[in-house]
């Protein structure tokens, strides 16, 4: 049982994040250019997970969501800004009391081939994290294991603990990651495209089996992925990076109904509708994401945006409250 305390209705906060990962150069061409040259991968975000919520990360590749769901578990130290969890200021935290801190936050990646060691059984793996925290060992540990693996329909539980991961399907690697993310009993999950390697038939499921295990654990998600169409299905709130910037935040009813910038418009408009009459417009953004290292001036969407005016090469658009529960950072919404 979790103490009963007063406790903040968010249980994240970001204000101002950055993270800009040196450009690895040799010495002569660092010398030559005098400069180093950063990517700016997050780049002054502010949001706020809810206590219970499935907040949706979403945007095209390489617009900084898994960097983001990186620094929220500090498993890369922010080049700016502040970053608490359930109240506590968790950059200040020495490395002690983060390891404690990290049983509370777990991540499920988007490759459960690369996140399950190779060479160890899928019932120890699962467990591993109980004897790190000193939780359980042995045969408790077992236990629980077998329990958990039960409860994620890693079945049957006691003949494929003692397997590979390589002797298990995609789908059962998947469940043995969230079994090990959820025998911690965290109270943050960050799935980082936790089913975008699934087969589409295993999809629903795994979505399906995420939201009953949030509803028996009391989790709360961070759900980062590039696809609308299942971030829909899972969301409650959800915001729309892109190029290191958050465009678009809101509840997932005001962001898909009335989807304000031209990015998540364009976004939405590739999202398959079951009604072919209400068949949305298309606009589809025009050429590549541009490059992280040098974005363009302004607002970033401004060299693929349909509608662009002069401003928008011109002037950076701060992200505003245009409504209730939706923020846009846009020259032409506001
Ligand atoms: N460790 C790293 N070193 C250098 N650049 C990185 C690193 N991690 C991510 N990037 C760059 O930061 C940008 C955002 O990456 P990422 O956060 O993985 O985006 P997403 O998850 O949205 O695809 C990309 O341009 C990527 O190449
Ligand atoms: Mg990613």
Redesign the pocket.
């Known amino acids: 049982m979790k103490e009963i305390k007063e406790m903040a209705e968010n249980l994240v906060e970001v204000r101002g994040l950055k993270?800009w990962?040196?450009?690895?150069k040799s010495f002569i061409e660092t010398f030559l250019a005098r400069r180093v040259d950063y990517?700016?991968?997050?780049d002054g975000i502010d949001f706020e997970i809810k206590r219970g919520e499935v907040f949706g990360?979403a945007?095209?590749?390489?617009?900084?969501?898994?960097?983001?769901?990186?620094l929220i578990l500090r498993l890369?130290e922010p080049t700016e800004g502040q970053i608490t969890f359930d109240g506590m200021d968790i950059l200040s935290l020495d490395s002690k009391a983060m390891h404690a801190l990290r049983r509370r936050m777990q991540i499920i990646f988007q490759d459960p081939y690369a996140s399950l060691n190779p060479r160890m059984k899928i019932g120890e793996g699962i467990g591993h994290g109980l004897e790190i925290h000193g939780i359980a060992k042995g045969k408790l540990k077992r236990q629980m294991v077998l329990e958990m693996m039960e409860r994620v329909g890693l079945t049957p539980a006691a003949v494929l603990y003692d397997k590979y991961p390589h002797q298990l399907s995609g789908g059962q690697r998947q469940r043995a990651v969230i079994a090990r993310a959820l025998i911690l009993h965290p109270d943050l999950v960050v799935a980082?495209?936790p089913i975008a390697m699934a087969d589409v038939s295993v999809k629903a499921l795994l979505l399906e089996l995420m939201l009953e295990l949030k509803r028996e654990f009391n989790l709360t998600y961070l759900y980062?992925t590039?696809d609308l169409a299942t971030a829909k299905y899972i969301c409650n709130r959800i915001a729309i990076?892109y190029l290191?910037k958050i465009v678009e935040l809101g509840s997932l009813y005001e962001v898909y109904s009335h989807p304000l910038h031209p990015y998540t418009e364009a976004l939405l408009s590739a999202v398959p509708v079951p009604d072919p009459r209400a068949q949305r417009r298309k606009v589809l953004p025009k050429g590549e994401i541009p490059?992280?290292?040098n974005p363009p001036s302004g607002c970033r969407f401004h060299p693929r945006c349909p509608y662009a005016k002069e401003v928008c090469g011109i002037e950076e658009p701060r992200l505003v409250e245009v409504g209730t529960d939706h923020l846009v950072a846009c020259h032409l919404r506001v």
């Open positions: 993270k990962f040196p450009v690895q990517v700016r991968a997050v990360l945007g095209e590749s390489g617009s900084g969501k898994t960097t983001t769901g990186r890369v980082d495209e980062i590039h990076m290191g490059n992280p290292i």
